[in-house]
């Protein structure tokens, strides 16, 4: 459940006077600055996820938020396109499902997560989906992701499952593990490929 | 966009005042005449229609777009960086958001009774509601930067630009946001992100109950320039957004609590508030009454307290073992339990009373309208008052 990875490093946070590439400040074609929310039960790894996209990125003129629960980080992709991520973490209990749409509003990305060891929390996933699909902006890309991929030996969910579920409803698919940063950068690329080359309003 | 306005935007008060000067001492310029003169006309164009918040928010946002171009091009800031551009528009937000406050502000009846009613809503929740009905891990409930990040949120009143409103939200967040980051860091607590930021921040949102909640944030929702209320900015204030509306929507299902039990605090904390609120002169019959019959009671030892209450049958049930009530005695039991109630509130509002003229000097004075029930929560107000009413040295000052 928790993150294993080690504190936020303070140090390398805010080195963002070295000549920013944003520093121009609009977003155009070139420069995206993009909302992602991340949905999903509480305890499914959501927050252990983007920090460990946040952190395991270690170009220093990249600008970075490391918030307990709002995180930014920029990435270059192959076509010299950089993506600025602000990530909305939400909260997974119960109780604040309602809340929702207040955080999804306008968000260019979701990223919905579940845990492979638990089958509630897939359950949960696909409630997202539907909610996003009815309520979400219409262009928005949708990721659904498998969480704790390291503890295969206590795997509920099989990945047949996540496959299939994310095909049917024209999603991006993968399973990762925070804990050993398996596919976290894979994620964050290939939803940068997705995203609509325009820039957001 | 971020780093090229910083500068400007996340800056304390006292720097921000330094620029909105600035901002001054330029419109006074001859050279901006032109600007001064647009300012103007669309403030005293306001008092032209009557009052409508979405429209309003409309037209001032177009306004701003309209002044910022303006601004661009004029010679006064001919080449200037993005950030002076900027640093003027903050100005000139805060200029016009001053000079239409009363007009834009908690201006409609509908805006006003809701505030009220959340204020009301939160002060009943106040007096029971307890970081455990939120499931709030022991290790986040730090005191110290509650109260902090209390205090951060009480001060969105004190200002009238919606930008500097909008600060006190962030500021609060930020305190909560970095006891998250260190008890992640030295308690080894695995950060739990919005899991555990949105229930410490409706917690303290209670705990603080600042006035005109809805209107305050309504209001930066309107505002707040556009192009600022992005990012980071616009997550910390969708959560209070969102606490609030948690907090309106708040039964017992919403959080971690017997429905009966919520319903008999709610009830209990309505009754404290109503008695709160009597007249003077019913109190002081209730205190004579009350007088008279709580001084042997709250005097020497329990077996005397025993005596009487048997002796008067007031509480017949006091021996009585769960197994032996039947259906029946419910409504009895309900019954004296709303007269113990109403009996322990008019306590204290006497004990409040006589307190607060001073009669008591050992017996502290409350701000709060409920001293009695503010000590469930462990608030710092109240607590001497609830442990010194079950002294028996009070009891007997009560009654002198």
């Known amino acids: 459940m928790g993150c294993s990875s080690s504190l936020p490093d303070r140090s390398s ?41 946040v952190r395991g990125q270690f170009d220093p003129t990249s600008k970075v938020t490391i918030g307990a629960s709002f995180l930014s980080q920029t990435i270059a992709l192959q076509d010299s396109t950089t993506v600025k991520f602000e990530i909305w973490d939400t909260a997974g209990q119960e109780r604040y499902a309602a809340l929702a749409p207040l955080y999804y509003r306008g968000a260019a990305v979701a990223v919905i997560v579940y845990d492979i060891t638990s089958p509630e929390s897939f359950n949960k996933a696909q409630y997202w989906v539907k909610e996003l699909q009815k309520h979400g902006s219409p262009d928005i890309v949708l990721a659904l992701v ?56 | 966009m971020d ?43 306001f008092s032209f229609y ?32 993005n950030e002076e551009v900027d640093c003027a528009m903050e100005g000139l937000e805060k200029y016009v ?25 939160i002060q009943l929740l106040q007096t029971f509601l307890r970081p455990e009905h939120l499931d709030i891990p022991k290790i986040l409930q730090n005191e110290a930067a509650w109260l902090l990040a209390e205090k951060e949120l009480l001060k969105i009143n004190a200002f009238k630009a919606p930008r500097e409103k909008l600060l006190c939200i962030m500021s609060c967040c930020r305190v909560i946001n970095n006891l998250l980051l260190n008890a992640s860091i030295s308690e080894n607590h695995a950060l739990g992100g919005a899991d555990d930021f949105l229930p410490v921040l409706i917690y303290v949102t209670i705990k603080a109950n600042p006035p005109q909640l809805h209107s305050n944030l309504k209001f930066i929702q309107l505002y707040r320039r556009q192009a600022k209320l992005i990012s980071e900015a616009a997550y910390y204030f969708t959560n209070l957004v ?14 971690s609590m017997d429905e009966i039990e919520f319903e008999q605090s709610m009830q209990a904390a309505r009754l404290a508030n109503k008695e709160s609120q009597v007249e003077p002169s019913s109190r002081s019959y209730e205190m ?13 030892s329990m077996d005397d307290r025993e005596t009487i209450m048997n002796g008067t049958s007031h509480y017949p049930y006091m021996e009585a073992e769960a197994g032996e009530l039947t259906v029946k005695d419910v409504e009895k039991l309900l019954s004296l339990y709303k007269d113990v109630v109403t009996k322990y509130t008019s306590l204290c509002s006497a004990v409040r009373r006589i307190s607060e003229s001073g009669k008591v000097p050992s017996v502290p004075i409350f701000r709060e309208t409920n001293p009695f029930f503010s000590q469930v929560e462990g608030k710092s107000e109240g607590t001497d008052l609830s442990v010194d009413l079950k002294g028996e040295q009070n009891g007997k000052q009560i009654c002198k």
């Open chain 1, 13 to 53: 946070r805010r080195l963002s006077g070295l000549g920013n590439p944003e520093s121009n400040g609009v977003p155009d074609a070139k420069n995206l600055r993009v909302k992602l929310v991340l949905l999903g039960d509480s305890g499914v790894g959501k927050s252990c996820i983007v920090l460990r996209f």
């Open chain 1, 146 to 201: 498998g969480n704790k991929a390291d503890l295969h030996e206590n795997r509920e969910v099989p990945v047949q499952d996540g496959m299939d579920y994310a095909e049917k409803n024209g999603m991006f698919f993968i399973e990762t593990s925070a804990k050993t940063a398996d596919n976290i950068n894979q994620l964050f690329e290939e939803i940068g490929k997705r995203l609509p080359r325009t820039p957001p309003s």
């Open chain 2, 3 to 45: 780093a090229a306005s910083s500068s400007c935007s996340s800056t304390p008060a006292s720097e921000s005042s330094i620029t909105y000067y600035d901002f001054l001492n330029k419109m006074r310029n001859l050279a901006s005449l032109d600007l001064v003169r647009s300012i103007k006309s669309f403030i005293v164009s």
């Open chain 2, 50 to 81: 009557t009052a409508n918040p979405e429209n309003d928010g409309q037209r001032v946002q177009e306004f701003f777009s309209t002044m910022e171009a303006a601004i661009i091009d004029h010679p006064l800031w001919a080449g200037a960086a």
């Open chain 2, 97 to 121: 958001m001053t000079k239409l406050f009363s007009r834009t502000f908690a201006a409609s009846p509908e805006d006003v009774k809701i505030d009220r009613e959340i204020y009301e809503k």
């Open chain 2, 242 to 255: 969102s606490a609030k509306s948690f907090i309106v929507d708040l039964t017992a299902k919403s959080i």
């Open chain 2, 288 to 300: 004579t009454d009350l007088g008279a019959e709580t001084c042997p009671g709250t005097s020497t």
